[in-house]
Nanobody
Framework: QVQLAESGGGLVQAGGSLGLSCEAS????????VGWFRQAPGKEREFVAA????????NYADSVKGRFAISRDNAKKTVSLQMNSLKPEDTAVYYC?????????????????WGQGTQVTVSS
């Protein structure tokens, strides 16, 4: 059984940067596609970024493309999300999720393992 735990959230000013980390306990993450999602107050949880098992393929929501970067270290069982040029509208709880897929996916329903989330707040 794999459990996911996010870390790295916090408060940052607009234009600043934050790095989030998702660490797996139990089985290695190397057999999972991993994604980051976020949920702002009163809004649906939305896709942010995803990375394939090998790390060779990534996908991003249009709203974060060019500002966020997802990466993984299968040996360390971690997936990271580097967030640059942050905007107030990036404020949300960020969740790491894993799916036993061979392909990359951005649909929330395809992910069956979720972390507890970490709060990111961007002040204007």
């Amino acid at each position: 059984q794999v459990q996911l735990a996010e870390s790295g959230g916090g408060l940052v000013q607009a234009g600043g940067s934050l790095g989030l980390s998702c660490e797996a306990s139990g089985r290695t993450l190397s057999s999972f596609t991993v994604g980051w999602f976020r949920q702002a107050p009163g809004k649906e949880r939305e896709f942010v970024a995803a990375i394939s098992r090998s790390g060779r393929t990534t996908n991003y929501a249009d709203s974060v493309k060019g500002r966020f970067a997802i990466s993984r270290d299968n040996a360390k069982k971690t997936v990271s999300l580097q967030m640059n040029s942050l905007k107030p509208e990036d404020t949300a709880v960020y969740y790491c999720a894993a799916a036993s897929l061979f392909e990359i996916a951005n649909e929330r329903a395809r992910y069956d393992l979720w972390g507890q989330g970490t709060q990111v707040t961007v002040s204007s």
